[in-house]
């Protein structure tokens, strides 16, 4: 999802967005964002990266799944050794 977000908005600046970038990683008013300058601050600016939308981890989106979990039927944690057997 990040390498997604980080092409489409960063490297390819999809539907006007470059700002979104920009905003994550902390470079206002300069050129392109690298992807190793992307990877330093996602490190170093985990809650400005992650608190926009384009950058947020997957487990955040439809009310997260810490606040979903309930309403699930099944919940298991994929293992390749395993996986086939649960999912037949």
Do not use: W
């Amino acid at each position: 999802r990040f390498l997604s977000a980080f092409r489409s908005k960063c490297k390819n600046k999809e539907d006007g967005h470059e700002y979104a970038c920009k905003q994550a990683f902390g470079r206002p008013g300069v050129g392109s964002v690298s992807f190793e300058h992307a990877i330093t601050q996602l490190d170093q600016r985990r809650n400005q990266v992650f608190s926009n939308p384009h950058f947020s981890p997957a487990h955040q989106f439809c009310g997260g799944i810490g606040n979903t979990l309930d309403y699930y039927d099944f919940v298991h944690q994929l293992r390749t050794s395993t996986t086939h057997d649960h999912m037949k």
